[in-house]
């Protein structure tokens, strides 16, 4: 960390007034792109890698989130949708595994999953999220069915949040840039060492990074053998997520059918509100994509533990599938 907090730069860092209106927020599939990413076939066409292209600019160079539009989810079923999901994400880098089976597509939806159930986790419940970021470059959500209540997408600039607690807590920040002891996620089970230690902000080759999945960090201050949090640890995750969850920060939005939300994992948390689904409904349900793309940026060395690579443009990310090396 640079002895004095420094601002971050750049089109990544914005607040919700910046952010609505922004040319680089949305894109429509053109006609040509949407017939190559209906077709047969592995390879993409050339509509679609120059779009491919373009998207990866603006998620690393850009605002870091962008929201394409132009799929229609109630003219194809799940798993056309799904093929076309993992097509597109071919366009923009390499799909990585979700769980140990090596899925690269993961389903988002409410699995009535008792709180006391070890396979219930965020992503398949109803529940809100607190904010993070997931592990790997770039994240893909496809809307196949929104909720009938709730369930909104939300998403903030970190560089944003790391401005404003440079500019009101310069302590916090600086605790935010010394490592914290995470446990692993319980899902990630092809890894012998339980737990590693990293920090939530980093700065590596002159480019600014953001992780958190604030629960592994709170499992390992539960976890008897590692140190528990200080007391400003604490302060400094608790006014992160308060920053995260001020209006004046977010892009909030619903996710309609059919639209994809792509998002730089780096420079952008996300979240999503509860939401409800009547009984006997299908329910809300999101498909995701983690993709390693050729163009990310440098990772401090620690985060390989997280990530597998820390080099600019490695493949990297995702949970070690079974078997794996």
């Not at 050339?46 to 989130?65: F, I, K, Q, Y």
């Not at 902000?201 to 008897?224: D, K």
Request: proline fraction near 8%; aromatic fraction near 6%; charge should be negative.
């Amino acid at each position: 960390m640079p002895s004095d907090p420094q601002r971050v730069e750049g089109p990544a860092v914005w607040r919700a007034d910046d952010i609505t209106d922004h040319p680089d927020l949305d894109r429509c599939l053109t006609p040509e792109e949407l017939s190559e990413l209906q077709a047969a076939g592995e390879q993409a066409g050339p509509h679609l890698s120059e779009l491919g292209t373009g998207l990866r600019a603006r998620l690393e160079d850009g605002p870091g989130v962008v929201r394409l539009r132009g799929l229609s989810a109630t003219d194809h079923d799940e798993a056309a949708l799904s093929r076309m999901l993992l097509r597109f994400a071919q366009t923009l880098g390499t799909p990585v595994s979700q769980n140990v089976a090596g899925d690269r597509l993961f389903r988002v939806a409410d699995a009535g999953l008792s709180a006391g159930d070890p396979r219930a986790r965020g992503p398949v419940s109803r529940n809100a999220l607190t904010f993070h970021s997931d592990r790997a470059d770039v994240i893909g959500f496809l809307c196949v069915r929104p909720a009938t209540e709730g369930g909104d997408s939300i998403v903030v600039s970190a560089g944003a949040i790391h401005n404003e607690i440079a500019c009101t807590r310069p302590d916090l920040l600086a605790e935010l840039y010394r490592p914290f002891y995470w446990l692993r996620h319980n899902i990630d089970t092809e890894n012998e060492r339980p737990w590693y230690r990293m920090p939530v902000f980093a700065r590596q080759g002159g480019s600014f990074a953001i992780t958190l999945m604030q629960v592994l960090i709170e499992r390992a201050h539960r976890t008897e053998e590692l140190p528990d949090l200080t007391p400003l640890q604490r302060e400094a995750l608790e006014t992160l997520q308060r920053l995260a969850s001020d209006p004046g920060f977010q892009l909030r939005f619903r996710q309609e059918p059919g639209e994809l939300l792509l998002l730089n994992n780096y420079v952008t948390l996300h979240s999503r509100t509860a939401f409800a689904d009547p009984p006997g409904a299908p329910g809300r349900l999101i498909l995701r994509v983690w993709i390693s793309v050729p163009n990310s940026r440098p990772l401090p060395e620690s985060w390989a533990a997280h990530y597998g690579e820390h080099e600019a443009g490695a493949v990297r990310g995702g949970i070690r599938a079974k078997g794996q090396a």
